[in-house]
């Protein structure tokens, strides 16, 4: 069935440095790719996302990337700062007009000053 | 808008009773998910709907749980009888389909407590 990879579980990085989350898909049909923050106690909320028609797209610290070839699709966050802390989870679109994502297992980042 | 809105945001229930947790979804969505959160399991997708239509619930874990959505602004999930196993954070969500992409939006969340 569907299925979303994700890697690291968890990620510690020194405050200033790069952190870089991998997800892989099984779904060839799916087509869109979120990524959501979730703060201890908080909902997950979407940060970003990549639509399948793109490879590449950016916003201020974070960017994604996407190899639909290889089915799988990266977040990258520059300059971390500890506010950057969370669980960030992928998520990819499930088989074609469910409507449904399926979520990968969450990396927990730990963004130390 | 509002967002997604849950109820109870707490809630703290005996075992072998009944739990009702209640969500309004984002008004003009048309999907309305139920996720389960915990440690060991991540985000699990229980059920979701379109349009009222229960579409998938194969993530539903067993009897004791059943979710339904008689109108486009209300679903419930309700536990009976609940057990302590089934404490988790119970996510409601809701989207509106587009071709290019469902962006899911979650409420807050209830944090249930079964003991």
């Known amino acids: 069935g569907e299925n979303v990879e994700q890697h690291p579980s968890t990620l510690s990085v020194q405050e200033g440095d790069s952190a870089v989350i991998k997800c892989t898909y099984s779904?060839?049909?799916?087509?869109?790719f979120p990524w959501y923050k979730q703060e201890l106690g908080k909902r997950p909320q979407l940060i970003i996302d990549?639509?399948?028609?793109?490879g590449e797209k950016k916003d201020q610290r974070i960017a994604v990337t996407l190899n639909k070839t290889a089915k799988h699709f990266s977040l990258h966050i520059t300059e971390t700062q500890p506010e950057d802390s969370a669980v960030y989870f992928c998520?990819?679109?499930?088989?074609?007009?469910?409507?449904?994502?399926?979520f990968g297992q969450g990396t927990t980042l730990q963004v130390k000053p | 808008d509002a967002g997604v809105i849950q109820s109870p945001r707490h809630e703290v229930t005996e075992m072998g009773q009944e739990v009702t947790l209640r969500c309004k979804p984002i008004s003009g969505h048309d999907y309305l998910f139920w996720y389960r959160q915990t440690m060991m399991r991540g985000l699990e997708l229980l059920i979701y709907?379109?349009?009222?239509?229960?579409?998938?619930d194969s993530g539903m874990p067993e009897d004791r749980f059943s979710a339904k959505m008689p109108n486009a602004s209300f679903s419930t999930l309700k536990i009976q009888p609940s057990e302590p196993r089934d404490s988790a954070v119970y996510f409601c969500a809701s989207s509106l389909w587009k071709s290019t992409g469902n962006t899911i939006y979650f409420g807050e969340g209830s944090w249930l407590t079964v003991v």
């Open positions: 779904d060839s049909a799916s087509n869109y």
């Open positions: 709907f379109n349009n009222n239509v229960p579409i998938d």
């Open positions: 998520a990819a679109h499930g088989s074609s007009n469910t409507g449904k994502l399926i």
């Open positions: 990549i639509r399948s028609n793109v």
